[in-house]
């Protein structure tokens, strides 16, 4: 593809819906990985007693941060893309596509910090 | 996708943002309380509220996210939209049986 072809790539709502997409994707690889894990606690809890033990290690509870981030960006992305698409235009777009992406981030940090 | 597709996963979407929103202060509460599976089975057995919050949850997410992976699958890989809905069957049905493998093990068992 040619440079100009590519030029929407640094568009910022381009960025966006990558993000949104990404982010479900993701929690879509997840989301079985979530249910599994909770379905340990089948027949009592001592598997997922082991489990919650393991997850007990700071690289675990960075990816539960990062698991965080990506629930609340797709979360505020969609609202985004609903928004859009049933009511009237709002200009300003780009902005509310970034303050999406810097809620989520705040709110992971937020989760970090409350887990450390 | 169709306008059948695009408007269950519309939706679906509008269904699970409040409860993504609720689900979020459950992750921050429950990591917050260092639970135990016996703390979290203690709040969850036998509870109709929680069996019928997450079982909306999880019908939701699994129509939602299926439809999301046979959009990305038609677009991105070299697979007919015909097998990409397949594929996307397939992994919405699992995402219902884990789902509800994990609700009846947190409220049930």
Known sequence: MSAAGLKHRGNTLWIAAMIHRISGLAL??????????????????AHLDKFLRWSDQPLVKLAEGGLVFLLTVHLLGGLRLLVIENLDWRDGQKQLATLAAASAAVVAFIFLVRVF | MNVRLYV??????????????????????????????????????????????????????????????????????????????????????????????AIVALVVT
Do not use: K
């Open chain 1, 28 to 45: 879509a690889i997840f989301l079985p990985i979530h249910f599994f894990v909770l379905g340990l606690a089948f027949h009592g809890g």
């Open chain 2, 8 to 101: 269950w996963q519309r939706a679906t979407a509008a269904l699970m943002a409040p409860l993504v929103l609720i689900h979020i202060a459950v992750i921050f509460y429950a990591t917050r309380q260092n639970l135990t599976a016996a703390d979290i089975l203690s709040r969850t057995h036998g509870s109709i509220v929680w069996a019928a919050y997450y079982g909306i949850f999880v019908a939701a997410v699994s129509i939602h996210a299926s439809i999301g992976v046979r959009n990305i699958l038609a677009e991105w890989s070299p697979l007919s939209e015909r097998r990409a809905g397949l594929f996307a069957v397939v992994v919405g049905m699992v995402l219902m049986l884990l789902g509800v493998h």
